[in-house]
């Protein structure tokens, strides 16, 4: 009988690496998850799925999972801006040294059958591009800690494919949203934010004017470019942007829920946050061709999908 692949998910009791555990359980893979708990939750994981408590960095423990894994989808981070600038050296070990940590364990490994390696990394690390919609040639330019770091965790990955030939994809993500995401996160919980403000009746708060555009995609065509990432994934290393090639204003998302919600909202506004960028459109003609998927899901159907749950 044909063993079944291991794929190890850092992360993977997160938000959409959860949804990435379910997508690999249902192609039929026996999925290991490793998750230090710091903002993901078991009840996040789906029967099915083994479970180690641990941290990406600790070497002895990365290198008993890599041991036992086809493949290496990296989603584990600090997914916050705010969090990479109040604890930088912190937020630097999770966000970049874990990439080299798991990379270095792939060049000990003693096991035979070679293994990919997916790397989750952020739009962030485009800043402000001069270019609309953004295509991955464009010059990268991070303007945050946590930007920094996973620019810097694409070049390690690069490295491990050129110098070790491993067999490497980076999906740069723009804004995901859908169930499970955790309205504590600053940086990518925008919308769940806006949706339990909104259903509990408190004002809501914009950072700045409210005109800043974001390219929102849905966690579940998310999870599909995950899978079809590490199909092709190869010691050339592509790198796709994972968005939509639509993007909306915070103002905008924010009468788009109300009106699921049905009900009025109230905004007050902040100051813009350090390293939040203005506009953030992607270019996904790579990732629909080379990956050959488009994104399924649109905007007031994922809305729907993530306020009802
Ligand atoms: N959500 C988005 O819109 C978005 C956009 C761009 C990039 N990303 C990237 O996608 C990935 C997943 O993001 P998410 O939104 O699901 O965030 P999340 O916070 O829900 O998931 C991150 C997971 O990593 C775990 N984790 C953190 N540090 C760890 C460590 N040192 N060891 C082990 N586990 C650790 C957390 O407990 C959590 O379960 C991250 O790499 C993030 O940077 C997300």
Known sequence: MKQK???LITGGAGFIGSHLGDKLLGEGFEVLVLDNLSSGKLVNLSSGIEFIQGCTTDKNMAQKLVDKADTIFH???IASVQASH???????RANQSSTVTLLDCITNTKRSRPQSFVLSSS???YGNPKTMPISESEILSPLSAY???KAASEYHVKIGSRIHNIRTSVLRLFNVYGPRQDTASPYSGVISIFASKIMNGEALTIHGTGDQTRDFIYVGDVAEYFYRANQKADANSQTYNICTGKSISINELSHIIADICETKIDVTH???RDGDILHSLGDNSRAIS????GPQTDMKTG?????VT
């Open 5 to 7: 692949p291991t794929a």
């Open 75 to 77: 989603l584990s981070a």
């Open 86 to 92: 109040e604890n930088w050296l912190e937020t630097h």
């Open 123 to 125: 739009a962030s690390v």
């Open 147 to 149: 930007a920094a770091d």
């Open 270 to 272: 902040e100051p813009v």
């Open 290 to 293: 080379n990956l050959n998927y």
């Open 303 to 307: 809305l729907r999908h993530t306020i």
